[in-house]
């Protein structure tokens, strides 16, 4: 069951395995990192923050779509 405030992420391709990897083996998941990209709040602020990703090596240059909902 979910609750108010819970977030549910919908990914793609190099979306979902840069997600995958930022989750450690106990299952808690990186805070900052996906606080920094489920906040931007334009397709340019996305555009620029996946360009500068696949630059670091971070995300794979493949299809890239997150969809972020928090309950409320």
Excluded: H, K
């Amino acid at each position: 069951a979910w609750l108010p405030g819970d977030e549910f992420l919908l990914a793609t391709d190099a979306m979902a395995l840069w997600c995958m990897q930022r989750i450690n083996d106990s299952g808690r998941y990186d805070e900052a990192a996906f606080g920094e990209v489920t906040r931007l709040l334009s397709r340019e602020s996305f555009t620029n923050w996946v360009n500068s990703a696949r630059e670091r090596g971070e995300l794979r240059n493949d299809d890239t779509t997150l969809i972020s909902l928090r309950t409320g």
